[in-house]
C-alpha cells in the first residue's frame, strides 16, 4: 500500500496529515485516486494532478 503525505493545507486537511492510497483507475487516460486518512476514517477521491501538486510519497507500507 501507498503512503502520501500532504504538502500543504487541501480540502480541510492540514500539512503533513498522513494518506493511504486504497484504490488507483484510469478511465480512458485520466486517472483518479482514493486515499484514506492513516487513521481510516476519513476518505479523499482525488486527480492525478492533484496528487502530484498537493502530496508527497513517502513509499510502501
Request: charged share 40%.
Amino acid at each position: 500500500m501507498k503512503k502520501y503525505k500532504l504538502k500543504n493545507k487541501f480540502k480541510g486537511y492540514k500539512k503533513g496529515t498522513r494518506f493511504y492510497v486504497i484504490v488507483e483507475s484510469e478511465f480512458i487516460g485520466v486517472k483518479e485516486y482514493v486515499l484514506r486518512t492513516e487513521d481510516l476514517s476519513e476518505r479523499l477521491s482525488i486527480s492525478e494532478s492533484e496528487l502530484e501538486k498537493h502530496f508527497l510519497f513517502l513509499g510502501y507500507k
